[in-house]
């Protein structure tokens, strides 16, 4: 009897031992690169705050976050990889800046989602979860379609930024009038602009009419001629919308340029690319609407009031970003039965998070997105 009751134990005994390697074995573990010490290490804290109230809200506890501080700094960024690897971890979150992947394909047995929004020249193993030009193209594509825009310029800033635009508009095959690249040199900017609108010719007819109306026989000259004194210039163009893929003052200095050459937003449609729902384009009421493509807005203020609440100050736009992707790799690994293997975003899934839909498919990360306008004293959302 006392030998049987061993055996029980001894069975019982193994049973557990078991059981917690295959619960152990299906604990989800996350590696999180990013900043903690130095000059982004605000950023990174914001980030590492929002991982951890994602995984609150999930509420399982077969999740587990790993931090890592990569000091923004591509050699460190490599080394606390390694470090994650030699622990087993095939998935990372991070790092933040385009800088930091450069030696991360030495480590093609882990997959980094990092919150950069360029696709371009990353390492295969690097899948950019970014707001990426591709996501925010498509989504001016679709506006175009709805709203009957046919003839649109799209201006591209001379930065480095500039190759992810044009790659974007070849995927997307948005339909365009013109593409043109801009000097962000101010005192080049605005001359730019005149060509580009035809402005020295649109001035010139103004003033040949002017000169017309005054030498005819018409009784009403003078009323006509008022009238025309009043006009900027004269002449159509041959555009009705414009994109312009820049940000903050910038922004406002190519569309002061388009706004002197008198091309007002009565006359065209003024796109720009995500914004974040940057205040100041409230006050800029000559450029309303002014349409952008964005994450869903009534979500975004949702997670900012959470986690100020949570944490006593604003969080970073990207680390509403990083708050989602704890979800979608929770949801990804679930979906895969707990296993990760190279195919676990190479196969087509869409999934559902506060920033918006990520659709998945060959190792890429697109997002479907909103459309919003700054119009009036508020943001309205389109689509």
């Known amino acids: 009897?006392?030998?049987?009751?061993?055996?029980?134990?001894?069975?019982?005994?193994?049973?557990?031992?078991?059981?917690?390697?295959?619960?152990?074995?299906?604990?989800?573990?996350?590696?999180?690169?990013v900043p903690l010490t130095g000059e982004f290490?605000?950023?990174?804290?914001?980030?590492?705050n929002a991982t951890k109230l994602a995984v609150n809200k999930i509420n399982n506890n077969k999740i587990l976050i790993v931090p890592k501080d990569t000091k923004a700094n591509p050699e460190i960024t490599l080394k606390?990889?390694?470090?994650?690897?030699?622990?087993g971890i095939q998935?990372?979150?991070?790092?933040?800046?385009?800088?930091?992947?450069?030696?991360?394909?030495?480590?093609?047995?882990?997959?980094?989602?990092?919150?950069?929004?360029?696709?371009?020249?990353?390492?295969?193993?690097?899948?950019?979860a970014g707001i990426n030009a591709e996501s925010q193209v498509n989504t001016i594509k679709k506006f175009q379609k709805e709203f009957n825009i046919e003839r649109t310029i799209f201006l591209i800033p001379q930065t480095d930024y500039k190759p992810e635009i044009e790659n974007a508009i070849k995927k997307t095959k948005i339909k365009l009038k013109e593409?043109?690249?801009?000097?962000?040199?101010?005192?080049?900017?605005?001359?730019?602009?005149?060509n580009l609108t035809r402005y020295s010719q649109r001035k010139q007819n103004l003033l040949d009419e002017i000169k017309r109306v005054e030498n005819s026989d018409d009784l009403n000259k003078e009323k006509?001629?008022?009238?025309?004194?009043?006009?900027?210039?004269?002449?159509?163009?041959?555009f009705d919308s414009v994109i312009i893929a820049d940000f903050d003052e910038s922004l406002k200095s190519v569309a002061t340029s388009l706004l002197y050459t008198d091309i007002s937003a009565k006359r065209i449609s003024y796109i720009g690319l995500n914004q974040w729902f940057d205040i100041s384009l409230i006050k800029e009421k000559s450029l309303h609407p002014f349409y952008f493509p964005s994450i869903n807005k009534k979500n975004y203020e949702e997670f900012t009031k959470e986690y100020s609440n949570i944490f006593g100050e604003e969080p970073t736009q990207i680390s509403f970003l990083s708050y989602d992707l704890v979800g979608l790799v929770y949801f990804l690994i679930y979906k895969n039965n707990f296993i990760v293997d190279e195919k676990i975003f190479y196969k087509k899934n869409k999934f559902k998070g506060k920033?918006?839909?990520?659709?998945?498919?060959?190792?890429?990360?697109?997002?479907?997105?909103?459309?919003?306008?700054?119009?009036?004293?508020?943001?309205?959302?389109?689509?």
């Open 41 to 48: 290490k605000e950023v990174g804290k914001s980030i590492l």
């Open 179 to 194: 593409k043109f690249v801009y000097d962000t040199d101010p005192t080049k900017l605005t001359s730019q602009i005149e």
């Open 355 to 383: 920033v918006g839909i990520f659709e998945i498919n060959k190792n890429k990360i697109n997002h479907i997105l909103n459309l919003y306008s700054a119009e009036g004293e508020d943001f309205k959302k389109i689509f």
């Open 1 to 33: 009897m006392k030998i049987f009751s061993k055996f029980i134990l001894l069975i019982l005994f193994i049973l557990i031992i078991n059981f917690d390697k295959a619960y152990s074995s299906n604990q989800i573990k996350i590696g999180l690169m």
């Open 80 to 87: 606390v990889a390694k470090e994650l690897s030699d622990s």
């Open 224 to 238: 006509k001629i008022d009238n025309l004194k009043k006009k900027d210039t004269l002449g159509g163009i041959n």
């Open 91 to 128: 998935i990372v979150i991070g790092p933040i800046f385009n800088k930091n992947l450069t030696y991360l394909d030495e480590l093609d047995k882990i997959i980094f989602l990092s919150l950069s929004n360029k696709v371009l020249k990353i390492p295969s193993n690097v899948i950019s």
